[in-house]
């Protein structure tokens, strides 16, 4: 299995963040081929931290995210990642086994 975690830096407006982020953005990213699952955390990230969002999204291996991310579906959830990630992002990509 592979992840990809999106860890959203807080923004200025939370209010207009999370509107975008799940009226438009979420709908865009669940088309990217190969996605498994999309998660996202129910909440604050540790009060007033520098996080205001994470996602995880889960595919069957690396080879297929890679492939989601490279098709024209995945080009588009990046490229939306302007109207609503100002605050900017850290990304995290690997492989999972379980233990």
Same mark, same amino acid.
């Given at each position: 299995?592979?992840?990809? &975690? ?7 407006? %939370?209010?207009?963040? @999370?509107?975008?982020?799940? %009226?438009?953005? &979420? +709908?865009?990213?669940? %088309?990217? +081929?190969?996605?498994?699952?999309y998660e996202v955390n129910d909440g604050p990230i540790g009060g007033d931290g ?5 996602? /995880?999204?889960?595919? @069957?291996?690396?080879? @297929?995210? #890679? ?10 959830? =990046?490229? @939306?990642?302007?109207?609503?990630? #100002? ?5 995290? /990509?690997?492989? %999972?086994?379980? =233990?």
């Amino acid at each position: 299995m592979a992840k990809l &975690i999106a860890l959203y830096k807080t923004p200025a407006d %939370t209010a207009a963040f @999370d509107s975008h982020y799940f %009226t438009r953005h &979420i +709908p865009i990213a669940k %088309t990217m +081929p190969g996605l498994r699952s999309y998660e996202v955390n129910d909440g604050p990230i540790g009060g007033d931290g520098p996080f205001h969002l994470a996602a /995880i999204l889960s595919f @069957d291996s690396m080879a @297929d995210l #890679q492939a989601s991310l490279a098709s024209p579906e995945g080009a588009a959830a =990046v490229a @939306d990642l302007a109207n609503f990630a #100002q605050a900017g992002m850290e990304l995290l /990509i690997f492989e %999972t086994k379980e =233990v």
